[in-house]
């Protein structure tokens, strides 16, 4: 029996099992090490990035406990660590892996349709769904902002980011800095670093918007989760 616990009440919520290795679905050699949710209103459909180097898209019948893969992605040659859904087209989505390579793909014909030249710990894409950002910590010092139409680096934002989240809506990037425990708000629009949020005092090292972008989350080897109001 799979249960997930509800943080207030302590009451045991239904959990459906989609389990690659012991439970129904049984894929050897296949550790599960990203996932992400489809964003269009209403949709059981998830993905999951594998060690496998593929990526399976999962339709999912919640009601039922049980789900089928109805496609499984493959093209890059390393295990898939990170999975992000589009925002404004939900069968787009980029995976990236540890062959140094992060792929767009479209899931209703499992065709990829871009490949980036980089290995990222972090993807957000813009709310258009024509830009990506990366981040990949020590192993790229700054943040990558991609032109997906020209397969371009526009942008570099930051130093050593280990997380750079997109707002959902509006103009502004968030890059979270690990050595200057430090969050810059780097503006789209204006093309500039418009605020520098500093109260964490160890490596800042994952930041997260709300969906209605009022609020950023980030977190700290400090042990603190701080939540700003950056936008009035």
């Given at each position: 029996m799979h249960s997930c616990w509800q943080q207030m009440t302590g009451k045991a919520l239904p959990c459906t099992a989609l389990t690659t290795g012991r439970g129904w679905m049984f894929l050897p050699g296949c550790g599960v090490c990203g996932i992400g949710w489809c964003p269009a209103a209403g949709s059981a459909q998830l993905a999951s990035g594998h060690g496998d180097s593929k990526v399976r898209v999962w339709a999912l019948d919640v009601a039922g406990r049980t789900g089928a893969v109805i496609s499984a992605l493959?093209?890059?040659?390393?295990?898939?660590?990170?999975?992000?859904?589009c925002p404004s087209h939900p069968h787009t989505l980029a995976s990236s892996a540890n062959d140094d390579t992060t792929r767009v793909w479209d899931t209703r014909s499992g065709q990829c349709t871009a490949v980036l030249r980089c290995c990222a710990d972090s993807l957000s894409w813009s709310p258009c769904g024509t830009q990506l950002v990366s981040a990949s910590g020590p192993a790229e010092e700054?943040?990558?902002?991609?032109?997906?139409?020209?397969?371009a680096v526009t942008h570099r934002l930051g130093s050593h980011a280990d997380s750079a989240a997109w707002a959902p809506a509006g103009d502004l990037v968030a890059v979270a800095e690990r050595y200057t425990?430090?969050?810059?708000?780097?503006?789209?629009?204006?093309q500039q670093v418009v605020a520098r949020l500093k109260l964490h005092t160890d490596w800042t090292l994952a930041c997260a918007w709300s969906p209605d972008a009022r609020y950023l989350a980030t977190g700290?080897?400090?042990?603190?989760?701080?939540?700003?109001?950056?936008?009035?």
């Open positions: 493959a093209g890059h040659e390393g295990g898939v660590s990170r999975i992000a859904y700054a943040a990558l902002v991609w032109d997906l139409r020209t397969r425990h430090t969050v810059q708000l780097w503006c789209t629009r204006q700290s080897d400090d042990a603190e989760v701080r939540v700003w109001a950056p936008v009035k």
